[in-house]
């Protein structure tokens, strides 16, 4: 964990933020005796937001088959 003043994290915040996110370490600023954490979430996968989906289960050759005739609206 990186501990710095807050004139310090004035002086440097943009380096200080990308170096929390490359790295994974947390930013702890000191003002007045009292100490503030900035900690980076890890990051998501972007398969864990895919919605589920309906499937078709069975035989896809049978899908090649079907009469959509009574479907077709031209």
């Not at 990051?43 to 009574?70: C, F, M, N, Q, Y």
Request: hydrophobic share 35%; proline share 8%; charged share 30%.
């Amino acid at each position: 964990m990186v501990v710095i003043s807050s004139t310090k994290l004035r002086e440097n915040i943009y380096q200080l933020f990308d170096n929390a996110l490359e790295t994974g370490e947390a930013i702890e600023i000191r003002r007045k005796g009292r100490s503030l954490r900035i900690v980076p979430e890890p990051p998501v996968s972007r398969l864990a937001a895919l919605r589920p989906r309906s499937t078709i289960k069975g035989d896809p050759e049978s899908l090649v088959h079907i009469d959509w005739s009574g479907e077709w609206n031209p």
